[in-house]
């Protein structure tokens, strides 16, 4: 079965800093999605970025951007230029092409901002 | 946008309610899923659908069941509240595998 592990339960970056949150996964399958949530204190959680296993290139969205190691079965996300909006917290979540869909999520990552 | 409607932001029951927990999409999506999410442990998922009547056990079934009769809406029942089953509930909808979902804004219950 597969995990997802996010080994930071807290994280804390300076306004206009760069902080990197970091995930692993442990999968036997080649083909599959990687997805990085943010839940911020409004309880909604927003997709942030998705990248798929077959692609090379990692996905950017704006200031957002995730370094993928397929080999290492790592996926860390980068946040560029924080801002206090940013405070949420982030998770991590694998997504099997082959067992309907499911998201299987990582324990989560509590970003704060500081001002 | 896809919205997902969860009937109930916060809602506390007693120790052997059953309790029903709706949830709306409307936007065709197939897949809809049941997560509960306690601290540390992230989410974790209940159950999920494909299609009308289809029903899926997830990682942690137990205590519960779901009741898909219509591709909008997907109910989450406890047919006999615990206090173990105190958590944040979060119903979510996917248009395919391929996509990410679209989650609800939560239902946080307690069971007292």
């Known amino acids: 079965a597969q995990t997802v592990t996010q080994s930071q339960p807290e994280m804390s970056v300076q306004e206009a800093e760069t902080v990197t949150l970091s995930c692993t996964y442990d999968?036997?399958?080649?083909?599959?999605?990687l997805f990085w949530y943010k839940q911020p204190p409004s309880r909604q959680m927003i997709l942030v970025i998705r990248?798929?296993?077959?692609?090379?290139q990692n996905a950017t969205e704006n200031r957002f951007s995730v370094n993928f190691q397929k080999a290492a079965k790592s996926f860390s996300l980068k946040i560029s230029d924080s801002q206090l909006g940013d405070a949420a917290m982030y998770f991590c979540a694998y997504r099997s092409p082959n067992q309907g869909g499911k998201l299987i999520f990582g324990q989560g990552t509590e970003l704060s901002v500081k001002p | 946008d896809v919205k997902v409607t969860q009937s109930s932001r916060y809602l506390v029951k007693r120790t052997g309610e059953k309790v029903f927990l709706e949830c709306v999409q409307d936007?065709?999506?197939?897949?809809m899923f049941w997560y509960r999410q306690d601290p540390g442990l992230g989410l974790r998922l209940i159950y999920f659908?494909?299609?009308?009547?289809?029903?899926e056990k997830g990682d942690i079934p137990e205590g519960y069941s779901v009741s898909r009769e219509k591709k909008e809406r997907f109910s989450l029942i406890l047919e006999s509240a615990s206090t173990n089953q105190t958590s944040m509930y979060l119903c979510?909808?996917?248009?395919?595998?391929?996509?990410?979902?679209?989650f609800g804004s939560g239902t946080r219950l307690t069971v007292v």
């Open positions: 990248q798929e296993a077959y692609k090379q």
């Open positions: 979510a909808s996917s248009l395919s595998q391929d996509y990410g979902y679209t």
């Open positions: 999968t036997s399958e080649s083909d599959y999605y």
């Open positions: 659908s494909y299609d009308v009547k289809m029903k």
């Open positions: 936007m065709d999506h197939e897949n």
